[in-house]
């Protein structure tokens, strides 16, 4: 679940762009200006940042320069400055995308997806490597030990989508949320339990045991090893 930093010193814009957002599955946190926006973004983990122009102490501009002095996060400016000038310059001080007001919530959530889309498939790097299981993006492939295991497209898809989240527990609605998204064959509820129980067999050394994959009683599950990106 992305973790979204809203900075907007509109209250009715923001209170509606929590609750659509938050509705869509975001984590959201939300500054009425620059001081508050800058202290959260020094303590919290976000995966990206929706930015006013225009704040009570200053400029989404600034902050926009700062964070770029330190982090690539994905950045949106939202603003009621459409002027040529002003996109050109939200864009070159490292912007990823400028949205002008009044905006339609589904062509704002369309955008974020795609940003968030874009971020994560550039950060990944070409593989991602966990204990003794190595998956490659660009070949659409998996190892272990070296030697290539044979996945379904879904089997794949599921994996890919566990070792993108490490330590962290996913629902069983989001795990089929994230499979319905790309487009692929219809998976309900019920053969979710076949897929993960297939997929364990293909990669665990003992599937009864595992040691990637693990059941979190009520919740999930999650893929309980660390990952390295190379």
Known sequence: MSKIL???????LAIGLEYSLKNEGYEIDVANNLFKARELFSVENYQLILLDVMLPDGNGYEFCKE????SNIPIIFLTACDEEVNVVMGLDIG???YISKPFRIRELISRIKSVLRRYGEDSLGKALVSGDIKLYFLEGKVEKYGEEVSLTPIEYKLLANFMKHPNQVLSRSNILESLWDTGGEFVDDNTLSVYIKRLREKIEDNSSTPIYIKTV??????????????
């Open 6 to 12: 809203l900075v907007e010193d509109d209250s009715t």
């Open 67 to 70: 964070i770029r002095e330190e």
């Open 95 to 97: 912007a990823d995308d």
């Open 217 to 230: 009683r009520g919740l999930g599950y999650k893929w309980d090893m660390d990952i390295r990106r190379v």
